[in-house]
């Protein structure tokens, strides 16, 4: 039997999960185990509908971010059309603008007088999937790093709440605190600046663990950008809080490696590139 961090239960049929997935910068060692059919069923209504969200897709285009499938992603308008009507598929690669005519089935030249001006349709973005992710990184990572502890300390099931978000809205009795990827800070939002920076300064996919008095938070990035924060009541008294687990936990994939370091140790490194840039 095998504890899965998702369901809360234990599961006779395991399978690796990557905590980050490698379409969105993770990486073969930072995994944990979990239950395969739910881990199937949430990588494909979170984990895949993050990967192919249009935004996301310009940093995996940037990044060379391929997942398992090797294929390299570019942001697609696949219904779009120029000034005189014609049906054209539009690509935003990271080596420039691609227009193809659906009609001819081949590529425009960008001379041509009508791809001035294009017009895109149906580009969706789902204004819920960063918190459904975030959430659902904060259990694995959070399992990753203290073990049952987490679980014990931590009011996992709000994470929980969130991941298996099926509506609009956070769910009503939500204890919750978030910040999501389009958090518009307001005068003294410090906290919410502060961790955006301890996210993006490796310039990676990233997991900031924050264990305070009385809350635990969890703060993501993908491929360098900021995706969001969940903060959940918890008794942080009992978590391990000095050594390399300082303040919180800290880990960053880059260079193709899971590097790991206390939240004092950012803190500090933070405060430093701060002092030189002033």
Request: a negative charge; hydrophobic letters at 35%.
């Given at each position: 039997m095998t504890y899965c961090v998702y369901t809360d239960k234990e599961t006779l049929?395991?399978?690796?999960?990557?905590?980050?997935?490698?379409?969105?910068?993770?990486?073969?060692?930072?995994?944990?185990?979990?239950?395969?059919?739910?881990?199937?069923?949430?990588?494909?209504?979170?984990?895949?509908?993050?990967?192919?969200?249009?935004?996301?897709?310009?940093?995996?285009?940037?990044?060379?971010?391929?997942?398992?499938?090797?294929?390299?992603?570019?942001?697609?308008?696949?219904?779009?059309k120029l000034t005189d009507g014609t049906p054209v598929q539009v690509k935003f690669g990271k080596d420039g603008l691609s227009i193809f005519d659906l009609r001819e089935m081949k590529d425009i030249e960008r001379s041509d007088s009508r791809t001035h001006q294009v017009q895109c349709n149906?580009?969706?973005?789902?204004?819920?999937?960063?918190?459904?992710?975030?959430a659902k990184v904060a259990l694995a990572a959070g399992y990753y790093a203290y073990g049952y502890d987490f679980v014990k300390n931590v009011r996992t099931d709000e994470?929980?709440?969130i991941m298996n978000l099926d509506k609009?809205?956070?769910?009503?009795?939500?204890?919750?605190?978030?910040?999501?990827?389009?958090?518009?800070?307001?005068?003294?939002?410090?906290?919410?600046?502060?961790?955006?920076?301890?996210?993006?300064?490796g310039n990676c996919s990233s997991v900031i663990l924050a264990p305070s008095n009385e809350n635990f938070g969890v703060a993501v990035s993908i491929l360098g950008k900021f995706l969001g924060f969940i903060s959940v009541p918890c008794k942080s008294s009992n978590l391990v809080n000095d050594g390399n687990y300082?303040?919180?936990?800290?880990?960053?994939?880059?260079?193709?490696?899971?590097?790991?370091?206390?939240?004092?140790?950012i803190r500090l490194r933070l405060l430093n590139e701060l002092e030189e840039k002033c």
């Open positions: 049929d395991p399978s690796p999960e990557h905590i980050l997935p490698l379409s969105l910068g993770g990486h073969d060692d930072f995994v944990i185990d979990v239950d395969r059919e739910f881990n199937n069923d949430i990588g494909s209504k979170v984990d895949g509908k993050l990967a192919n969200d249009f935004i996301v897709l310009f940093d995996r285009d940037r990044a060379g971010a391929v997942g398992h499938s090797k294929k390299h992603p570019i942001p697609t308008v696949k219904n779009a149906n580009i969706e973005i789902d204004i819920d999937i960063d918190l459904m992710f975030v994470f929980r709440k609009k809205n956070l769910p009503e009795d939500s204890l919750a605190r978030v910040y999501p990827r389009f958090h518009e800070p307001e005068e003294g939002d410090d906290m919410f600046h502060i961790l955006k920076m301890m996210t993006e300064i300082k303040y919180g936990h800290c880990i960053y994939i880059q260079n193709e490696q899971v590097k790991r370091f206390s939240l004092d140790y």
